[in-house]
């Protein structure tokens, strides 16, 4: 069984849609979560940390659901720039080591 | 702004021979990290580094090694390249006080023939 797991997607929305998206993970002890963003031939950068108590960065919110194990994005007024990738990633228990999920295909339409 | 750099954006090398990637950050991390990427399977670790000369098998590191003698730079060495070591490989330093972000380099796109 894969540590994190994604839905592959593709989305395709419109602009000014809302998405959302989730990732469950698999390891109860794990402690971070993040989602990372990648754009086409580039490298992950980073999006958001989510917290426990969810948390919230523009027209982005990220929620954490400790007993069924996901983690969800919503993005609200999607852009066409919000075209790209996004990773779900969780920390092991050994808290240096980071499992990524393999990416959700996000397309954002005029 | 952090900043890593790897030695390639893009590599061609024959089945059987030895490579190096090269991974060097500027911002003292003391963990660094290679990930290989392949469509529908996501980032998968190789190895990792805390810190100088101290390394970690990640998930797959049969047919690679690491070495670490600087802290700013991490090279992964494929010691008898094969086809199925073709990929993008991604480097990445963290600071493990700060905010867990890891920083990622451009990537090598291997291509083994």
């Known amino acids: 069984r894969k540590e994190v797991e994604q839905d592959p997607g593709p989305f395709n929305v419109p602009e000014g849609a809302t998405v959302a998206f989730n990732c469950t993970y698999s390891?109860?002890?794990?402690?971070?979560f993040f989602w990372y963003r990648q754009d086409c031939r580039k490298e992950p950068k980073l999006l958001m940390s989510?917290?426990?108590s969810g948390n919230e960065d523009g027209r982005f919110t990220a929620q954490l659901n400790r007993a069924s194990q996901y983690i969800s994005l919503l993005i609200r007024d999607s852009k066409l720039s919000d075209s790209a990738t996004y990773l779900c990633?969780?920390?092991?228990?050994?808290?240096?080591?980071?499992?990524f999920g393999s990416g959700t295909k996000l397309n954002v339409k005029p | 702004d952090v900043k890593v750099t790897q030695s390639s954006r893009y590599l061609v090398k024959r089945t059987g021979e030895k490579v190096f990637l090269e991974c060097v950050q500027d911002?003292?991390?003391?963990?660094m990290f290679w990930y290989r990427q392949d469509p529908g399977l996501g980032l998968r670790l190789i190895y990792f580094?805390?810190?100088?000369?101290?390394?970690e098998k990640g998930d797959i590191p049969e047919g690679y090694s690491v070495s670490r003698e600087k802290k700013e730079r991490f090279s992964l060495i494929l010691e008898s390249a094969s086809t199925n070591q073709t990929s993008m490989y991604l480097c990445?330093?963290?600071?493990?006080?700060?905010?867990?972000?890891?920083?990622f380099g451009p990537g090598t796109r291997l291509t083994v023939t």
């Open positions: 990445a330093s963290r600071n493990p006080s700060g905010r867990d972000e890891q920083y």
């Open positions: 390891n109860s002890a794990s402690q971070s």
């Open positions: 989510v917290y426990s």
């Open positions: 990633v969780v920390n092991s228990d050994n808290f240096n080591k980071f499992y």
């Open positions: 911002m003292d991390h003391e963990n």
């Open positions: 580094s805390y810190d100088v000369k101290m390394k």
